[in-house]
């Protein structure tokens, strides 16, 4: 599993997936920080990763294309720090491991963690 970590989510993400032995990298350190959603998200496809997001325009994105990757797991709490949120978040990522690597959105908040398989139909 390979985690895009997007720009609006701390580059400190980065040590919490490598502690899980997760390959992880944050968009500053590969592309250029006011490219377009949909640049990130080919970006992320072609190189198999999944983006880890606090954003709600790549789910917004992933229903209007109609894709089947790349996935996404994007957080809707307030407190988007690792440490209010790795346990939750590696929680999400152990159980949806599997709807991840074959194309999924999943949302995670402080009360549930949520998937949808893609590609997302109107």
Known sequence: MKILIDM??????????E?????????SNVGDSREKDT????????RGYIIF???LDFGSLLAATGVGTPSVIQVRTQDILP?????????ALRQFE???????????????SRVRILPIRR
Do not use: C
């Not at 609006?8 to 997936?17: A, I, K, M, Q, T």
């Not at 640049?39 to 072609?46: F, L, N, S, T």
């Open 39 to 46: 640049v990130i998200m080919e970006w992320a496809r072609i």
């Open 83 to 91: 440490t209010s949120m790795e346990n939750l978040i590696i929680s």
């Open 19 to 27: 502690k899980y032995d997760i390959e992880a990298v944050h968009w």
């Open 8 to 17: 609006n989510l701390s580059p400190d993400w980065v040590r919490v997936f």
């Open 98 to 112: 599997s709807e991840l690597n074959n194309g999924a959105l999943v949302t995670v908040d402080q009360a549930q």
């Open 53 to 55: 997001t606090h954003d």
